[in-house]
């Protein structure tokens, strides 16, 4: 059964970094596109940061100057190196990642998602 395991959230305050870190597990036999998305208390799920297997990021403009995805293809692991951090990037972040795999003996390509790591950003 693929999983995917975030880990890197924690408390940090205005200005102060963090890395966060994403690794899937599993029969995996590709992975497309990998992605952060982040969401605050009562608003919607919205994309961060995503970069596809060859490497090329995409950014929101909010993320723009100041996070940095990138990926290991030989550890199915996805990162997201967040420096300036401001208060309204407090957030549950999640990793997700388009991929192949095998699950319940099935070969199967869609979205997976990770459980989510928490963000805050003290001001």
């Known amino acids: 059964q693929v999983q995917l395991v975030e880990s890197g959230g924690g408390l940090v305050q205005a200005g102060g970094s963090l890395r966060l870190s994403c690794a899937a597990s599993?029969?995996?036999?590709?992975?497309?596109?990998m992605g952060w998305y982040r969401q605050a208390p009562g608003k919607g799920r919205e994309l961060v940061a995503a970069?596809?297997?060859?490497?090329?990021?995409n950014y929101a403009d909010s993320a723009k100057g100041r996070f940095t995805i990138s990926r290991d293809n030989a550890r199915n692991a996805v990162y997201l190196q967040m420096n300036s951090l401001k208060p309204e990037d407090t957030a549950v972040y999640y990793c997700n990642a388009d991929l192949t795999c095998l699950e319940r003996g099935r070969r199967i390509t869609g979205d997976f998602w990770g459980q989510g790591t928490q963000v805050t950003v003290s001001s």
């Open positions: 599993g029969t995996i036999f590709s992975i497309n596109a």
């Open positions: 970069i596809t297997s060859g490497s090329r990021p």
